[in-house]
């Protein structure tokens, strides 16, 4: 028992990180590429671009979005009945599902875009939004293959599709963003508007990035496909027992599963649209010009959400990892394991969601003159307002993949609707009442994540019988993130008093934060040895800590 209680709860770990290390690697990708892009469109060709991202993410999302989660729930469960011919039909009733959606989706694009770009106040943004258009039925397909490996119990495909995604993302989105900026000058000097038009020329060009991201890795999981299909279809021919689900049947269930898992997405994501339409028309009707509005939501959009994604990408991942791992447990009625596995989750995201909160207090001011040559106080300001979201992003993401993984699809899609209601009516508070501008939408946004975590959390409780342990699930990282945001803070002034670079103080002093940090947890025993021997190659770490005298030795425990 001892043996199988372990052997589950690493293998949730190594695979969501696994797919948590590929999806920090493409956010970093992701943000170092968005250093020129911004340099190259401005605060108002990030609006822009921003904008067009919101209204693809949502299209995205009622399209195709869940389709990853839903097809791996799917796979997991008839894996874990040994029904290989039901695996492939899954995957076949999904992707012609995902064609389907992906394609009414694009089309939806291709025709409203500037309506769509209009009703956001934001016109000038819908040249990006057009070419994101086919990005869409891409994007769909691409989630079937993704969804097929991960209900297999590998995220590997995943992750190396999501970093070939990145890479290839940020290179064409700054060559793109360049050619076509340069192009939008000159164009506009003969409309005499030529700082929009340049901005939605670059803000185009940027979006460019992301259609051929995506070929290269749908090109690539495909590829990674035929070779894997050759010896699973030996394991079909083999199958003789099983009962073939219909392909109507399978749709069935796979909508069924899907639309509660959109709706819950759907609200989820929403809530930025919800944001920018309260925010801009409010801020409008406040006096605020609209270039100020418009780097005020740039600001937000291109740097701030930017940075804490990075972050919240690891809650993502694991919530992957944990749906096809609670999904399987709870097929088989292994209660027990379903609790270790949720408590496990949890734990293990919050002990990176707590200091990655403290470190971006601690350097707020300084990631965003390094990353985004930005001195403006303000955007230092939100920064620090609104890095504590990360933790209740990070948390209310990862619940809302372990309510999917225990089968209470509805209960999060519920949960959203509640926090998205309270939250439009505190954003519209603050602005109208406290006149607190850009720094409302940050306050509400993260008072609508707070919310989710603690609706899922009591769902949680209720339904799948968790109690979190809450001293060593959230204090102790917690304090242990304090410490070490309070120490990198003093050693980032200290450096930067003697190099006067920005530059290195701030590299140093996050290299220096992740060295504290690790301290602290092994030398407080706030993570055991049996944590530290759940990460991928967690045994010879531990061998190595051991031998440094920062692990007890295993032949005294």
Not at 168 to 173: D, E
Not at 179 to 204: D, W
Not at 213 to 225: C, D, E, P, Q, R
Not at 265 to 289: M, P, R
Request: glycine share 6%.
């Amino acid at each position: 028992m001892t043996k199988e209680r372990s052997n589950s709860d690493s293998q949730l770990i190594v695979q969501g990180s696994i797919l948590a290390g590929a999806s920090i690697i493409s956010r970093i990708i992701g943000l170092v590429y968005r250093i020129p892009l911004t340099a190259i469109i401005g605060k108002t060709g990030n609006d822009y671009y921003g904008t067009a991202y919101e209204i693809y993410n949502i299209l995205l999302i009622i399209s195709s979005y869940s389709i990853p989660l839903a097809v791996s729930k799917l796979v997991a469960a008839r894996a874990a009945k040994s029904e290989p011919k039901n695996v492939m039909r899954v995957l076949k009733g999904s992707l012609l599902f995902a064609s389907i959606t992906g394609s009414a989706a694009m089309l939806i694009i291709l025709f409203f875009n500037e309506e769509l770009c209009g009703f956001l106040k934001t016109p000038f943004a819908a040249p990006a939004l057009t070419v994101l258009g086919p990005v869409i039925l891409i994007v769909a397909i691409l989630g079937v293959f993704r969804g097929f490996f991960q209900g297999l119990s590998t995220m590997v495909p995943t992750a190396i599709s999501q970093i070939i995604e990145q890479i290839t993302n940020a290179v064409i989105s700054i060559v793109c963003a360049y050619a076509l900026f340069s192009y939008g000058q000159k164009a506009g000097k003969i409309l005499v508007n030529a700082e929009n038009t340049a901005a939605s020329y670059g803000a185009a060009g940027g979006t460019m990035g992301t259609a051929a991201g995506a070929m290269a890795a749908l090109l690539f999981i495909f590829f990674l496909f035929l070779g894997f299909y050759a010896k699973f279809k030996k394991k079909v021919k083999k199958s003789t027992i099983e009962k073939q689900e219909s392909y109507a049947s399978l749709i069935k269930i796979l909508v069924l599963t899907i639309v509660p898992v959109l709706l819950s997405t759907t609200i989820y994501n929403i809530s930025s649209i919800v944001d920018q339409t309260l925010f801009k028309n409010i801020a409008v009707t406040q006096g605020y010009d609209a270039k100020q509005i418009s780097e005020w939501w740039g600001v937000y959009a291109g740097q701030f959400r930017v940075l804490i994604n990075v972050p919240i990408s690891i809650a993502s991942a694991m919530a992957s990892s944990a749906v096809v791992s609670l999904t399987k447990a709870f097929m088989l009625g292994k209660r027990a394991s379903v609790k270790r596995q949720i408590t496990s989750a949890t734990r293990f995201t919050m002990l990176i969601a707590f200091p990655c909160t403290a470190g971006l207090m601690a350097l707020s001011g300084p990631l965003m003159m390094l990353l985004f040559s930005d001195t403006d106080q303000s955007s230092s300001m939100m920064m620090l307002t609104g890095a504590i979201s990360v933790v209740f992003f990070s948390l209310s993401t990862l619940s809302n993949g372990l309510l999917q993984g225990v089968d209470r699809l509805r209960i999060p899609v519920i949960n959203a609707a509640i926090s998205l209601g309270l939250q439009a009516l505190l954003l519209i508070l603050l602005m109208r009442v406290f006149n607190l501008n850009i720094y409302a939408v940050i306050i509400a946004n993260a008072f609508y994540a707070l919310l989710m975590c603690v609706l899922n959390n009591i769902a949680l409780t209720r339904h799948a019988n968790v109690r979190l342990n809450f001293v060593t699930t959230f204090v102790q990282p917690a304090a242990a993130s304090a410490a070490m945001g309070v120490l990198t803070f003093l050693f980032y002034r200290a450096m930067h008093y003697i190099t006067h670079s920005n530059t290195f103080s701030t590299i140093i002093s996050i290299i220096f934060g992740v060295i504290v940090y690790a301290l602290i947890l092994l030398l407080t025993r706030t993570i055991s040895r049996e944590e530290v021997e759940r990460f991928p190659k967690g045994r010879k770490i531990a061998m190595l800590l051991t031998k440094m005298r920062l692990l007890p030795d295993e032949k005294r425990r």
